[in-house]
């Protein structure tokens, strides 16, 4: 089997689909993807496309060794994300040809089904009680949410309060049965960061993410020693080489490697893997779309260390379309009381409609993130 040709796809709200056919007749589909870099993924695509062109696809680990270390310089979302996208097509093809789920390739599965959680709160968190609420009524054990509105280097006690009312606000509302993720976003400086996790522990968050962005992970040191509760990050990490020093460091308790940036579907089993030995746990990364969260659970599936998964869901990011949108049948991502079955059909699991996918791409996106401003004017972490 060889591979015939590669062709992208930019569909709404603001993910790029990658399909790779062979001259078999099997093809398989991933999600390459920087949120808001759509173009410049799909020209780091295109140009890794002329290595894939003619040779066999089921040589996983080859392509990869290949794409990441071939050009000699290495690393960086792009060029990760293009080959988690590459990755996860070619386990797709893979997992058809062999007529089994990828989960069966790596192992098997050591689980039924997984939890999930589901986003609430958007960018700038307000009216949280009721979005709370609402996804309790639709069967979720388990809500993430902004813990802050953007943050000065240091800022105001006032915000601290407004985050702890929040979270406290919801806990009267609904009690402690709901596990709750609170995302700093990368937004909160080390100064403030160390106030905020004392402050919020009472009402018992299920973890913490990204307490400060990931380049200043050495302020984990110190921060760990003002909390309990279980330290997230990883979205923003790309390859077991980042995921290393964090592991090793001691300071976090779940990582959370995004299938679609980190370098595919293997890739995150190594990482799994590493950080299974260092007693963490994994909750993959996953607000995009349907391809990034088959290719998860195919993860999930033969992942001991694996607790979570993020689905993307209703996300305040899903404005034009959503989840299911591209699906032929949605119901392989059916939620019933907070778990998700562990699909068990073929290669990722997922039957993409490619007309649809087609007719929404010669619409294309120019999907841009927000730009977040201080009070004083200078420039927010979002
Ligand atoms: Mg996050």
Wanted: one cysteine or more; charged letters at 30%.
């Amino acid at each position: 089997m060889k591979i015939r040709k590669l062709e992208l796809f930019k569909v709404k709200p603001r993910w790029l689909f990658l399909k790779i056919e062979t001259d078999e007749g099997i093809s398989g589909w991933g999600e390459p993807i920087v949120e808001a870099r759509q173009d410049t993924v799909k020209a780091a695509v295109e140009e890794l496309s002329t290595y894939l062109i003619g040779k066999d696809p089921m040589r996983i680990e080859d392509h990869f060794q290949l794409l990441y270390r071939g050009g000699f310089y290495r690393g960086g979302p792009v060029l990760t994300s293009a080959i988690s996208g590459i990755e996860q097509a070619l386990w797709d093809i893979k997992g058809k040809f062999f007529n089994a789920p990828v989960y069966e390739l790596l192992g098997g599965a050591c689980r039924e089904k997984v939890q999930v959680y589901s986003w609430i709160g958007g960018e700038r968190p307000k009216d949280v009680v009721e979005a709370a609420k609402q996804k309790i009524e639709e069967g979720f054990k388990a809500i993430k949410m902004n813990a802050t509105d953007v943050m000065h280097y240091i800022d105001s006690h006032v915000k601290v309060d407004q985050a702890v009312g929040r979270i406290s606000d919801i806990r009267e509302a609904v009690g402690y049965d709901l596990e709750i993720g609170l995302d700093f976003h990368g937004r909160v400086h080390k100064g403030m960061a160390k106030t905020l996790v004392k402050e919020l522990e009472p009402f018992k968050p299920m973890f913490i993410e990204e307490p400060v962005l990931p380049e200043n992970n050495e302020a984990l040191r110190d921060i760990v020693n003002h909390t309990t509760v279980p330290i997230a990050t990883g979205e923003r990490l790309y390859t077991r080489w980042d995921f290393k020093k964090p592991l090793s460091d001691g300071f976090i308790d779940i990582i959370q490697p995004d299938l679609s940036h980190t370098g595919g579907i293997l890739e995150a089993r190594k990482i799994a893997a590493m950080a299974e030995a260092y007693d963490v746990a994994v909750a993959p990364h996953c607000p995009l779309g349907p391809i990034c969260l088959a290719a998860s659970l195919q993860l999930d599936a033969c992942t001991p260390n694996v607790f979570i998964q993020e689905q993307s869901l209703g996300i305040h990011y899903n404005q034009g379309s959503d989840l299911m949108d591209y699906l032929k049948d949605p119901s392989v991502f059916k939620y019933t009381d907070g778990y998700v079955d562990i699909p068990k059909g073929p290669g990722l699991g997922i039957e993409i409609d490619e007309d649809k996918v087609r007719s929404a791409a010669e619409e294309g996106h120019n999907w841009k993130p927000p730009i977040h401003r201080l009070e004083d004017g200078s420039f927010a972490e979002r």
